[in-house]
């Protein structure tokens, strides 16, 4: 599920953040999801097994937001409009809310992956003995 990302390189590089933020938050307003008052993780694709059990984790009041967001953001894009201006998801509130607990369940995937492929060898005593 997780891709390649450079934003650790960009991070530790001060002048290369102060680049690349503006054009961040460029890209972020142009992909039009912030309009809709969504947030990155809600465009995450359901079909995956491992999106679909990082949702059963998620807290109560987190996962009843998320639907929220989603049918007021299918409601306004059938209707062919956008929230008012003051009900867009600022950049500050675009905080990512189900990518941690996706990389979670990775780590316990290929954990489980790591000991279900564990042969147990049975120890023989040496002939010389």
Same mark, same amino acid.
Request: charged fraction near 30%; avoid cysteine.
């Given at each position: 599920?997780?891709? =390649?990302?450079? +934003?650790?390189?960009? $991070?530790? !590089?001060?002048?290369?953040?102060?680049?690349?933020?503006?054009?961040?938050?460029w890209y972020g307003n142009a992909a039009g999801y912030r309009q809709l008052g969504l947030k990155a993780d809600d465009l995450l694709p359901e079909e995956n097994d491992t999106v679909l059990l990082a949702l059963k984790r998620?807290? =109560?009041?987190? +996962?009843?937001?998320? $639907?929220? !967001?989603?049918?007021?953001?299918?409601?306004h894009s059938m209707q062919h409009n956008l929230l008012p201006k003051n009900e867009w998801t600022t950049p500050e509130q675009d905080t990512p809310y189900l990518s941690s607990i996706i990389k979670e369940i990775e780590k316990e995937m290929a954990e489980r992956e790591d000991l279900e492929a564990l042969v147990i060898q049975k120890r023989t005593k040496n002939a010389s003995q």
């Amino acid at each position: 599920m997780s891709s =390649p990302s450079l +934003a650790s390189y960009i $991070v530790k !590089r001060p002048w290369l953040h102060r680049f690349m933020k503006p054009l961040a938050n460029w890209y972020g307003n142009a992909a039009g999801y912030r309009q809709l008052g969504l947030k990155a993780d809600d465009l995450l694709p359901e079909e995956n097994d491992t999106v679909l059990l990082a949702l059963k984790r998620l807290p =109560p009041n987190e +996962a009843y937001d998320r $639907v929220f !967001r989603l049918r007021r953001a299918l409601q306004h894009s059938m209707q062919h409009n956008l929230l008012p201006k003051n009900e867009w998801t600022t950049p500050e509130q675009d905080t990512p809310y189900l990518s941690s607990i996706i990389k979670e369940i990775e780590k316990e995937m290929a954990e489980r992956e790591d000991l279900e492929a564990l042969v147990i060898q049975k120890r023989t005593k040496n002939a010389s003995q």
